[in-house]
């Protein structure tokens, strides 16, 4: 069964220090693009943690977020007091620069402390301080957690994709049928239309000669061929999907061969109910085309 790049997983992990929450997510893309949004993970654990996402989810725009919780007595976390008085001396005298500005009153210093304390270096956040000496094997349990996760969304996602793709492939199918069926009369039509072109003009017609000229006009608007191989990219797809664990990008060349046939069969419509149902096909396959970007 196939998977979707989207995902999404969570695992825990309690530390002597607190609680530390992983979250992956992850979106399409053509290969594994893995973003670690945080500073919690240790410098020397980083290219293996690397390696075992780009393993375990193959592919994907990957986003690696951690949370973490102090536990009770450890949330007061020391501040760099000299972060503070130099954020906060720069404030002053920027606001005494500007022209027509008081001096902050007691409530205003204690809003611009306030604003002071979310900037960079102000409290001091570690990694030391969360993920303690001998802890990593917690930390890396909550990570397969969250990567086994996101597989099973990934593969519940897939299931809805599969669906949603093989009936459109088999709509087009559908769509082509409805395209023979006007192929006798599509002839006639244009067989029609050169007679009466010819009676306009006062052109008289040879018999044998007309049959000869007829015949070199409609194998230029035959599909016959154009049927056949669309056919056959179809059940090629069908075949990729239900038989290849990672057929997202194969997929996508066989959806270029299967526009490369209808619209060749747009241009040798030459009736107006044939290329209704090419531009119905050519819809599906636009829908296919996207879905297929998401899957594995």
Known sequence: MIKSMTGYG?????????????????????NADINLKTSLIPKEKELDLRRKI??????????????????????????NA???????????????????????????????????????????????????????PLVEKAIDDALAMLDAFRTTEGAVLYKDVTGR?????????????????????VKERIRKAAEE?????????????????LEKLDINEEKVRLRQHCQYFMDTIDGEPEPGKKLGFIIQEMGREINTTGSKANHASIQKCVVRMKDELEKIREQSLNIL
């Open 10 to 30: 969570r695992g825990e992990a309690i530390l002597s220090g607190g609680k530390m929450t992983i979250e992956i997510r992850s979106l399409n893309g053509k």
């Open 54 to 79: 780009a393993d375990r989810l193959r592919r994907g725009t990957i986003d690696l977020y951690i949370n973490w919780e102090p536990a009770a007595g450890e949330a007061a976390r020391p501040l």
């Open 82 to 136: 000299d972060a503070v008085k130099a954020y906060y001396d720069q404030v002053i005298r920027i606001r005494r620069e500007l022209p027509g500005t008081p001096y902050p009153n007691r409530e205003e210093m204690n809003d611009i402390l306030l604003s002071i304390l979310q900037l960079p270096d102000v409290v001091d956040t570690k990694k030391a301080d969360a993920i303690g000496e001998g802890e990593w």
């Open 169 to 189: 492939v088999k709509t087009i199918l559908g769509l082509y049928d409805e395209v023979e069926q006007y192929a006798a009369e599509r002839l006639d039509i």
């Open 201 to 217: 003009t006062r052109i008289k017609l040879d018999p044998e000669r007309f049959e000869q000229e007829m015949i070199y006009y």
